[in-house]
Every structure is written in C-alpha cells, then in structure tokens.
C-alpha cells in the first residue's frame, strides 16, 4: 500500500519557521522524485518545491526561493521542507507528492495527505 505520510504543519507566528516532513513507503522511495504542493483557501493547488532521485536537483517557486530548502533522506524514505521567516500568504494545505521527474504537473504519481500550515500572528 503506498504511503506519503506528510507531518509538521501548525500554527507559526510570522518570521517563524517550520519544517515539514514526508514519510513514504510501498514504492522505491529512492528512483522517484519527491515534491511538495499546497493549497491555499480560495486559490488552486500549486507547487512549491522538489527534489529530483537522481543528483538531487531542487526547485522552488519563486516566492519561496531563499525561504524554503527541500532534502531528502533515501534511507529514511523521508523527505523534508524546511520553511523560513514564514509569512501569512504562506498559508496553505501542504500536500506531499512523488512523481518520476520534477515537473511539476498536477497529477503526480503518488498523493500524500496534506499538512496545514498556518501563519498568523
């Protein structure tokens, strides 16, 4: 049964940070690339960030370049998105997602639950 088990959201305080992560399993964690997407109220789902399965190679949306910082851990089956100096349009429902590359595209392979993340003062 595959499995993106997506952990970390809450309640942060803008300038806060947090770090989210994502447990996979059912599926060989290390050939795929692991993204992150969210979804805030009102506004379609976009992505975020992702890591490729091979040279690690990352992206990140430009509102969050500098902010956020994706790794992984294939030993773990884990991956991560650290998130820095939040602010409140970074609200959303972050969804983890695995996909063969980073493209970015809307239907990915794998759909994990989504983690919310909010940020108020």
């Known amino acids: 049964d595959v499995q993106l088990q997506a952990s970390g959201g809450g309640l942060v305080q803008p300038g806060g940070s947090l770090r989210l992560s994502c447990v996979a399993s059912g599926f060989r964690f290390e050939d795929y690339a692991i993204g992150w997407f969210r979804q805030a109220p009102g506004k379609e789902r976009e992505v975020v960030s992702c890591?490729?399965?091979?040279?690690?190679?990352?992206f990140h949306e430009p509102s969050v370049a500098g902010r956020f910082t994706i790794s992984r851990d294939n030993a773990k089956n884990t991956g991560y998105l650290q998130m820095n100096n939040l602010s409140p349009e970074d609200t959303a429902v972050y969804y983890c997602?695995?996909?063969?590359?980073?493209?970015?595209?809307?239907?990915?392979?794998?759909w994990g639950q989504g983690t919310l993340v909010t940020v108020s003062s």
């Open positions: 997602a695995a996909d063969l590359y980073c493209t970015g595209r809307s239907t990915p392979r794998y």
């Open positions: 890591i490729s399965s091979r040279n690690y190679n990352t």
